[in-house]
T-cell receptor, first 113, second 109 residues
């Protein structure tokens, strides 16, 4: 595997379900990011991790819970989501926070029914 | 004022023409800038980055940075229908990475 990978690529879940999104980067980077992109809208930064420590949380509802067990892996745990949470969830990584370009994974297309 | 601003478009150019995409930034201390291309339903893909004042060329793409005027631009020469996408400008201010809202480009055959 190379670059940034995300699983699953597509996810349909009910409002009462609990699911997790997984991201893995194979670039040796120290910073990882979660973004949300709703249809025809700009990227919204959700969380930033630097060396496994959460350094930024942009007022994201508590029904989204990130986890970064090591510098290569990032999870986004989802529970009791709302239909308006349906979006493309993108993971990205960069060499360091605030340094170097960000590389994106392919994204998870989430639909909440 | 947003850290990075772009005209959302849409911008339409005929095939073979030069497409010019522009971006302005608010923090004069910003040093690094990036252009991403995003096809509909796909993730952003890095096209170019530029750190120094002036032009940087890569194939049909030229990035331009003018620090005095605080703008960054991307020129696409010999535009192809496959270039039709949303182009995102991004910059680093302090230790924060900011994306613009993107400019939609359509290349008409």
């Amino acid at each position: 595997e190379t670059g940034v990978t995300q699983t699953p690529r597509h996810l349909v879940m009910g409002m009462t379900n609990k699911k997790s999104l997984k991201c893995e980067q194979h670039l040796g980077h120290n910073a990882m990011y979660w973004y949300k992109q709703s249809a025809k809208k700009p990227l919204e930064l959700m969380f930033v991790y630097s060396l496994e420590e959460r350094v930024e949380n942009n007022s994201v509802p508590s029904r989204f819970s990130p986890e970064c067990p090591n510098s290569s892996h990032l999870f986004l745990h989802l529970h009791t989501l709302q239909p308006e949470d349906s979006a493309l969830y993108l993971c990205a990584s960069s060499q360091e926070r605030g340094f170097g370009e960000q590389y994106f994974g392919p994204g998870t297309r989430l639909t909440v029914t | 004022q947003k850290e990075v601003e772009q005209n959302s478009g849409p911008l339409s150019v005929p095939e073979g023409a030069i497409a010019s995409l522009n971006c302005t930034y608010s923090d004069r201390g910003s040093q690094s800038f990036f252009w991403y291309r995003q096809y509909s339903g796909k993730s952003p893909e890095l096209i170019m980055f530029i750190y120094s004042n002036g032009d940087k060329e890569d194939g049909r793409f030229t990035a331009q940075l003018n620090k005095a005027s605080q703008y960054v631009s991307l020129l696409i020469r010999d535009s192809q229908p496959s270039d039709s996408a949303t182009y995102l400008c991004a910059g680093i201010t302090g230790n924060q990475f900011y994306f613009g809202t993107g400019t939609s480009l359509t290349v008409i055959p």
